[in-house]
């Protein structure tokens, strides 16, 4: 009978021990690294050159995952006067190409540059062409899905994440909520009024 006391409770710590040690690991998405911020990211942009993401520190960054062939793709224009609206006050926008879905931007990065200066007259930042879901999720993504609610994959192009001066993430927004929409700019305004 003590034998089975002691198997029992052996088998009730080991239990508690591992519940313990699952509520503190990370979620799929979530750093491992405590305290990341998007400014402890390096990228490549659009032509190919690493970039450290501290050079937005202070600033506000919308990060959109961006393509050239969608139905979502005037929202191009929409971002630029985001970006020429609030450049000034702090506001970065951060395109990053993906053809995650329907194979939607199929093109080099050269390509996809012309494409945005051309067809849109874009001057904000973009970025090489990643992943942003899946086995092959940059790690960008990944922080970024881990780091607000809700904790799920980026379901089309055009999606949004609102990041803070500090670097960490504010808000998500939907591949449907516009450049324009009262629901982004109100929350973008609000974000770049808290001090640098």
Request: proline fraction near 5%.
């Amino acid at each position: 009978m003590m034998r089975f006391r002691n198997l029992a409770f052996g088998a009730a710590a080991l239990l508690v021990a591992t519940l313990v040690a699952y509520a503190a690991s990370p979620r799929p998405g979530q750093s491992k690294k405590d305290g990341t911020t998007l400014h402890d990211f390096v990228v490549k942009d659009i032509e190919g050159r690493d970039v450290s993401l501290r050079k937005f520190r202070g600033k506000v960054v919308l990060v959109v995952n961006v393509a050239s062939q969608c139905g979502n793709t005037p929202q191009y224009a929409g971002l630029e006067k985001l970006y020429r609206r609030y450049q000034e006050r702090g506001l970065v926008v951060a395109g990053f190409p993906s053809n995650d879905f329907g194979a939607q931007e199929p093109g080099t990065n050269e390509e996809i540059k012309e494409f945005c200066e051309s067809k849109f007259g874009v001057t904000f930042p973009m970025f090489s062409k990643i992943s942003v879901k899946g086995i092959d999720i940059d790690p960008l993504y990944q922080w970024l899905i881990g780091s607000v609610e809700p904790r799920e994959d980026v379901d089309w192009n055009f999606a949004k994440f609102l990041v803070g001066r500090d670097g960490r993430v504010i808000a998500r927004f939907s591949s449907r909520t516009k450049p324009d929409d009262q629901i982004l700019t109100t929350a973008i305004l609000k974000a770049l009024a808290e001090p640098k």
